[in-house]
Nanobody, 115 residues
Framework: QVQLVEAGGGLVQPGGSLRLSCAAS????????MGWYRQAPGKQRELVAA???????NYADSVKGRFTISRDNAKNTMYLQMNSLKPEDTAVYYC?????????WGQGTQVTVSS
């Protein structure tokens, strides 16, 4: 059974930082493309950042220079370091694992940026 479990969300003030994690089980983590998506109320889910099995990364323009995605294949875990957070970063953040047509999602973790 595949499980992706996100952690690290919460309430933070503008300009603050959070670090999300996604712990995977039931898959050969190291070969999957891993990604973070987010969905704000009333908006479509969007890609925030992704990292390939080889460590190549890509980011949404809105988070470039502020967010950093990484993975630890020995721990079957992916991370998202989020700095200089803005109110518009408020959303539910989802972990995704993809390989060809196969894709899995976590349950999501809420990130709220507010003073």
């Amino acid at each position: 059974q595949v499980q992706l479990v996100e952690a690290g969300g919460g309430l933070v003030q503008p300009g603050g930082s959070l670090r999300l994690s996604c712990a995977a089980s039931g898959i050969i983590f190291s070969i999957y493309v891993m990604g973070w998506y987010r969905q704000a109320p009333g908006k479509q889910r969007e890609l925030v950042a992704a990292i390939t099995s080889g460590g190549s990364t890509n980011y949404a323009d809105s988070v470039k220079g502020r967010f950093t995605i990484s993975r630890d294949n020995a721990k079957n875990t992916m991370y998202l370091q989020m700095n200089s957070l803005k109110p518009e970063d408020t959303a539910v953040y989802y972990c995704n694992a993809g390989l060809g047509r196969e894709t899995f999602w976590g349950q999501g973790t809420q990130v709220t940026v507010s003073s």
